[in-house]
């Protein structure tokens, strides 16, 4: 580790990452979304293997602690933290969406027609 300075220098390279922090950031969520001990969000297998999934069927790969609510990206509990992996989860989240409306939408008609 290398002290703070307010010399700067130029060097050539050809690319660059910065990396701005490993925080979750999950303080704001409410508790009942399943985290981790290091703040980040479970889904999927994760709930099920934290006992954290109370359903019948199995989550989403995306799916929260609470049904129909995905979470993406780098809040997500995964060794992966990419800018190209969240965008792809977050794509891949809306087809979650759609496919919980339609098998709510499924569940909730056959009740409707009873009433």
Same mark, same amino acid.
Request: charged share 20%; proline share 5%.
């Given at each position: 580790?290398?002290?703070?300075?307010?010399?700067?220098?130029?060097?050539? !390279?050809?690319?660059?990452?910065?990396?701005?922090?490993?925080?979750?950031?999950?303080?704001?969520? @409410? @508790?009942?979304?399943?985290?981790?001990?290091?703040?980040?969000?479970?889904?999927?297998?994760?709930?099920?293997?934290?006992?954290?999934?109370?359903?019948?069927?199995?989550?989403?790969?995306?799916?929260?602690?609470?049904?129909?609510?995905?979470?993406?990206?780098? #809040? !997500?509990?995964? @060794?992966?933290?990419? #800018?190209?992996?969240? #965008?792809?989860?977050?794509?891949?989240?809306?087809?979650?969406?759609?496919?919980?409306?339609?098998?709510?939408?499924?569940?909730? !008609? @056959?009740?409707?027609?009873?009433?």
């Amino acid at each position: 580790m290398t002290a703070v300075t307010t010399q700067s220098s130029i060097s050539k !390279r050809s690319g660059l990452f910065v990396f701005i922090g490993a925080d979750a950031e999950t303080a704001w969520l @409410p @508790p009942e979304i399943a985290l981790d001990g290091r703040g980040y969000v479970l889904t999927g297998d994760d709930l099920s293997a934290a006992g954290r999934w109370q359903l019948e069927r199995d989550p989403y790969l995306l799916e929260t602690s609470v049904p129909g609510i995905f979470a993406c990206g780098d #809040v !997500r509990f995964s @060794p992966v933290k990419r #800018v190209a992996a969240a #965008v792809g989860e977050g794509s891949m989240a809306i087809a979650f969406v759609h496919q919980y409306l339609r098998e709510a939408d499924a569940v909730a !008609r @056959p009740v409707a027609s009873r009433l």
